[in-house]
């Protein structure tokens, strides 16, 4: 009978959050314009090399043996206007964009046409998609072949959580809704419908879901806090200047909050493993021993809590910095002096973004702990002032 209904309160969860995400990719979507085709327009299409008319290209032995120079092509176009057809193709590559093609590449073009119907191509790129493709499905395949269903939920919870990133929340925030306010929301609904998928409706799901809210609530809290400590914001971010030029032409989209808004989408995955290991592990000594006390249960929680703390702040710190690693060893180069460096407004951005992150995550295990204690608990009249050692 609790099985059953289990499965019900996790069907109309699910039900009632299938309901949420198709109103919000409505709203999300509302009011957005086609744009018109102009007397010049650009597209991209896919297409096949067919033969390679001339090569200049040489390899530069000081961009570690990169290509500079151009080929002529003629490629056959697999997709838009012009598929079917065979197009003249020049392809520019240089150490930091494009690619050497050969007869039978997949490519990616920028077909230029023009009012009077003229038109013209250029190599984008490589076509990548086959091949990122790939990677893709031999993730997917690694994570059902060892987790087996689990995995299998736990890939559904992450298509869920990327669609609503790139379907909901993005165009919100193109929109203009409030920063903090609606990326905070959509996490916690990613949290809630994540944590139905892979455990249902349960006091373990229930403990992490509340931890997991609350431990980014206070890693948002902490950004805030210490960004206005350094008189630092989002409009510091390195590739802010594309969204200012957005907003300067007249979208509304909030600027300053997203640093915080990067602080609790980086923040989301790890607090939510924090949480559901915790409230997992405790609903496992629960099982073991049905008359711990909420005390017992607290302590059990934060001892397994504190073996976590090194491996998951090692773990966020390192993912901050090998994403601007390229960066790093440029300002290395430069020699910079204490001040200038430590000063900067790049090291203050990811000092905070790092450490807002770890606070999350370590504030999750007690909050996890105590909120799954008081729910599982076999002595419903014991309370935390329990003596008695974990």
Do not use: W
């Not at 193109?174 to 809630?192: F, R």
């Not at 929680?301 to 994403?323: E, K, P, Q, Y």
């Not at 601007?324 to 290395?332: E, K, N, Q, R």
Request: aromatic content about 8%; hydrophobic content about 50%.
């Amino acid at each position: 009978m609790k099985n059953i209904l289990k499965q019900k309160a996790a069907a109309a969860v699910l039900v009632i959050s299938l309901i949420i995400f198709i109103m919000l990719l409505f709203i999300a979507g509302s009011g957005k314009e086609e744009s018109a085709e102009g007397s010049d327009f650009v597209e991209y299409e896919k297409g096949t090399v067919t033969a390679v008319l001339s090569d200049s290209l040489e390899q530069d032995p000081s961009s570690d043996g990169a290509f500079r120079g151009e080929q002529t092509l003629t490629v056959k176009v697999k997709s838009g206007r012009y598929k079917g057809q065979e197009l003249l193709v020049y392809n520019y590559a240089g150490p930091l964009y494009g690619v050497p093609v050969k007869e039978g590449d997949s490519v990616t073009m920028a077909v230029s046409t023009h009012s009077g119907g003229e038109h013209q191509a250029v190599v984008y790129e490589f076509n990548r998609i086959p091949q990122l493709a790939a990677v893709i499905l031999l993730f997917f395949l690694a994570t059902i072949l060892v987790g087996g269903r689990t995995g299998l939920k736990s890939l559904i919870s992450l298509v869920f959580t990327v669609l609503c990133l790139f379907m909901i929340l993005i165009p919100l925030l193109i929109k203009g809704a409030p920063t903090l306010l609606a990326t905070y929301a959509v996490t916690a609904y990613i949290a809630l419908v994540s944590f139905t998928i892979l455990g249902g409706v349960c006091r373990k799901t229930v403990s992490a879901f509340l931890g997991t809210v609350s431990g980014t609530a206070l890693a948002m809290i902490f950004s805030l806090a210490a960004q206005k400590m350094a008189r630092i914001n989002g409009l510091r971010l390195s590739d802010v200047e594309p969204l200012l030029q957005l907003r300067q032409s007249g979208s509304p989209i909030g600027l300053t909050g997203l640093l915080t808004a990067g602080i609790i989408i980086s923040a989301l995955g790890a607090v939510m493993d924090v949480a559901m290991s915790i409230s997992s592990s405790l609903e496992e000594v629960r099982t073991a021993d049905p008359s711990m006390t909420s005390r017992r249960l607290f302590g059990s929680g934060m001892n397994i809590g504190r073996d976590m703390v090194g491996t998951m702040t090692n773990t966020l710190i390192l993912a901050f910095l090998g994403s601007s690693f390229t960066l790093i060893i440029y300002l290395y180069s430069l020699d910079l002096g204490f001040y200038q460096f430590f000063s900067s407004a790049y090291l203050a951005i990811e000092v905070i973004s790092g450490i807002s992150s770890s606070i999350g995550m370590i504030l999750a295990i007690p909050l996890t702990a105590l909120i799954s204690s008081l729910l599982m608990s076999g002595d419903k009249s014991s309370d935390l002032s329990d003596t008695r050692p974990a």
